[in-house]
């Protein structure tokens, strides 16, 4: 649960007031809500990890289920934000500080351990204040997804940028080759320093965070170094009702 020694915090955001769908969190797959079955998922790999919830629904509901929960500010614009104010209320509940903070996606109720220890992983690098995860597409049906974030990298696994369009753009699109042409859709899972997590969130938006609506793309721009790892598991979110009855079918499967 330790890489090189660090104190990890594991925090998942989880709000109810979700555009596309309300009230996410506590919507049930199989048995189980989706908050609780994304925590079960993460429980393994982190020695503190905690919900960060603004609606008390989903704080008791974690509190049922036996998990950590803290109750944070409802004027958070970000899951990043939240994250920092919870780390902060963790700490001095515990009265411990923590190396890196990773910040996890309520809505991934089927997250993989190995794509959390990736992440962790990047910390091993000495210069690593904020990392992330990526996914190597090589079907081209999954370039249709409209929904997805795309992140180019550097030779060296530090991210160049963050689109909601697809990068790099191949002009000849007929003759696109996967097995040559790397396209790595960006999982939306993030590790952050303490220091550069508090830096990150007091930094004002930037012009393309806000054309793409990606904050992580506010690091960049302000000069800012995030690793890329990258995954041999693609990441599954619940954003939709058409997702969450995926989900439920995915559950039933043997």
Same mark, same amino acid.
């Given at each position: 649960?330790?890489? /090189? ?17 309300? @009230? ?22 982190? /020695? ?51 190396? =890196?903070?990773?910040?996890?996606? @309520? ?37 249709? /997804?409209?929904? /997805? ?20 753009? =191949? ?16 999982? @939306? ?38 690793? =890329? ?6 990441? =599954? ?18």
């Amino acid at each position: 649960m330790s890489t /090189n020694n660090k104190v990890f915090l594991g925090i998942i955001p989880a709000r109810y007031a979700s555009t596309r769908l309300p @009230g996410k969190p506590l919507a049930k797959i199989g048995s189980r809500t989706m908050i609780e079955r994304v925590y079960q998922r993460c429980l393994p790999h982190f /020695n503190h990890l905690y919900v960060a919830t603004d609606d008390s629904r989903i704080f008791h509901e974690v509190q049922k289920f036996k998990g950590n929960v803290v109750m944070t500010s409802t004027e958070h614009e970000s899951g990043t934000d939240r994250c920092l104010e919870a780390c902060n209320i963790i700490s001095s509940q515990l009265d411990t500080s923590f190396d =890196v903070v990773i910040n996890i996606q @309520g809505d991934e109720p089927f997250i993989e351990g190995e794509s959390l220890q990736l992440l962790k992983d990047l910390f091993l690098k000495k210069n690593c204040e904020m990392g992330t995860l990526a996914y190597r597409i090589t079907n081209r049906e999954k370039l249709k /997804n409209v929904g /997805n974030v795309y992140v180019t990298k550097s030779t060296g696994d530090k991210a160049l940028y963050f689109s909601r369009s697809l990068i790099p753009n =191949v002009r000849d699109e007929i003759q696109l080759d996967l097995s040559k042409t790397a396209i790595f859709k960006h999982i @939306g899972i993030y590790g952050y320093t303490y220091d550069a997590l508090d830096r990150f969130s007091q930094m004002k938006p930037s012009p393309l965070e806000l054309a793409e609506k990606l904050e992580q793309n506010r690091f960049l721009e302000n000069d800012g170094e995030i690793y =890329v790892a990258v995954t041999p598991h693609e990441a =599954v979110a619940v954003d939709t009702s058409e997702d969450l009855t995926k989900a439920r079918q995915k559950i039933k499967e043997p």
